[in-house]
């Protein structure tokens, strides 16, 4: 019997707004200083009136364009009631039959065991705005008498995104969530931030099971809850899959069976297990209805079209567009736009100003990634901004100077600036290249005597040259382009083996 695995995910994103959806309060990261960003609005006190952050409106818009979503042009507003001692209200406002918007679609790319690479079209169910919860603090002391509640994130601006049940292994689930937190931080709509809890993930895992006789059965569906990692997510799907296909064979029960609900279930990193939270899950029965505080939104395409207008390239057509404009190989393309939208501008402003995008990423993927790692610095901290580093790279395309010669200056310049902390002008090239006496030399009459010079003082290498030993050349070469900085390597390769004959 062999089996697939079928993964929906809803992930919780945090919008990056000041204030929170409904009030004035600041949404600022505080468990410090707990229930300080807080108003008789978001502490649900009687009487209170919500009005709608329009900002907070706008980001979410943004999110939904992103992930290729349709804007509704009328949406509103429902009360989810529950009860839950970070929920002064005794209901979340959040949106039920009309979200805002709906059916879109993330392209994932995986990698397979053999190599291959495909693309998963991920469908988006829908993705709606609701508030965010308090939240609740354990005595970890372990004797459970001293519980908290911390009410500074209630009200805080959440986009729900649903996807449909399109993916097929943990690995692709972690790659979604990879590939999503890269879009929302280059729209800039969520810091993302997993430790903060500006990114949380529920996985609904099931497996299809194909039986001898050609029959399909499904498993019962576990939703693990509140995964705050995309490792996390991806171990709780690897241990639900081996769990559930465990079961299946010791007990065979179905979904739909006696015993064969849906369960929700929560992630222990610690033990790399899920465990049971509630075993029988029943179609939760909310009450929605809609929130008579709340007038519907109306989105008009003027609106829409204006924050369209705002937004950056999202990753994925920048990802093509690097590969038709700068010749990219799929490769180098995905590695820089994956580094975040200011290092990818950081390339494109490189490649203009150079005029060879191979060039530029070659110099990028690999130097620059290789310095800003080492001194853990974002692209945005780096010294050599990318006029200087385009002109730097201009200087090899237009053979003023070697390859060789170009990274003895880029490092010269961070030199230059750990001692002076002066961030160095594209002029600074030119300098360093006159003082060094880097510029490749044409004038061939001082080759020439060179070479004279260094095979008349090298008679042993030149022997061992003539005897077959190739390598011998590499020692002569060395010495004339100590001799005639500057000098063509290629060139004075074939000079000396020209001199040898
Ligand atoms: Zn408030
Ligand atoms: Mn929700």
């Given at each position: 019997m062999s089996y697939d695995v079928i993964i929906g995910l809803e992930v919780h994103v945090q919008l990056q707004t000041q204030t929170k959806i409904f009030c004035g309060c600041s949404t600022a990261f505080n468990p410090d200083h707990p229930?300080?960003?807080?108003?008789p609005v978001c502490l649900g006190l009687p009487g209170a009136l919500p009005v709608l952050n329009r900002h907070g409106f706008q980001l979410a818009v943004k999110t939904a364009l992103g992930l290729n979503c349709q804007i509704a042009s009328f949406t509103k507003w429902d009360r989810k009631q529950y009860f839950y001692p970070d929920l002064p209200k005794g209901y979340q406002i959040s949106q039920f039959d009309l979200p805002f918007s709906h059916d879109g679609h993330v392209d994932v790319e995986t990698t397979s065991e053999s190599g291959d690479k495909s693309i998963r079209r991920v469908r988006i169910l829908r993705a709606h705005m609701e508030e965010d919860a308090g939240k609740n603090m354990h005595d970890e002391s372990g004797r459970g008498r001293d519980s908290k509640v911390d009410l500074n994130r209630a009200g805080t601006p959440l986009v729900e995104i649903v996807t449909q049940p399109d993916l097929r292994s943990a690995e692709e689930a972690r790659r979604f969530l990879e590939e999503l937190k890269l879009l929302l931080t280059y729209l800039g709509?969520?810091?993302?931030?997993m430790q903060e809890g500006s990114l949380r993930c529920d996985a609904n895992v099931n497996l299809h099971i194909h039986q001898p006789d050609g029959s399909r059965v499904a498993t019962p569906i576990v939703e693990v809850k509140n995964l705050n990692s995309f490792r996390f997510t991806e171990q709780a799907i690897l241990f639900e899959v081996q769990r559930q296909w465990d079961e299946f064979q010791r007990t065979g029960i179905k979904l739909?069976?006696?015993?064969?609900h849906k369960a929700t279930r929560g992630y222990n990193p610690d033990r790399g297990e899920t465990y049971i939270l509630r075993e029988k899950e029943e179609a939760?029965?909310?009450?929605?209805?809609?929130?008579?505080?709340l007038v519907p939104v109306l989105v008009t395409e003027t609106q829409l079209a204006a924050i369209r207008s705002e937004m950056c390239e999202p990753p994925a057509p920048r990802r093509e567009r690097f590969h038709a404009d700068y010749q990219l190989t799929p490769y180098d393309a995905a590695v820089i736009i994956d580094q975040g939208r200011l290092f990818a501008d950081y390339f494109e402003a490189v490649a203009k100003t150079c005029g060879d995008g191979k060039q530029a990423a070659n110099w990028i993927t690999q130097d620059v990634l290789r310095e800003t790692k080492q001194r853990d610095q974002s692209i945005a901290e780096f010294a050599i901004r990318p006029e200087v580093l385009g002109t730097l790279l201009g200087q090899i395309n237009q053979k003023r100077i070697t390859i060789k010669s170009a990274r003895e200056v880029f490092g010269d310049l961070l030199t230059e600036f750990d001692e002076t902390a002066a961030i160095p002008a594209a002029s600074r090239i030119d300098e360093i290249v006159t003082t060094k006496g880097l510029a490749i030399v044409e004038d061939t009459g001082a080759i020439d005597a060179a070479i004279t010079a260094v095979l008349g003082r090298n008679a042993k290498a030149v022997a061992d040259f003539k005897e077959g030993n190739q390598k011998a050349i590499g020692a002569l070469i060395g010495q004339v382009m100590r001799e005639v900085k500057g000098a063509d390597p290629q060139t004075v390769r074939e000079k000396i083996i020209a001199a040898m004959q």
């Open positions: 229930n300080v960003q807080t108003c709509v969520s810091d993302c931030n739909g069976d006696k015993g064969g939760a029965d909310y009450r929605y209805f809609p929130d008579p505080d």
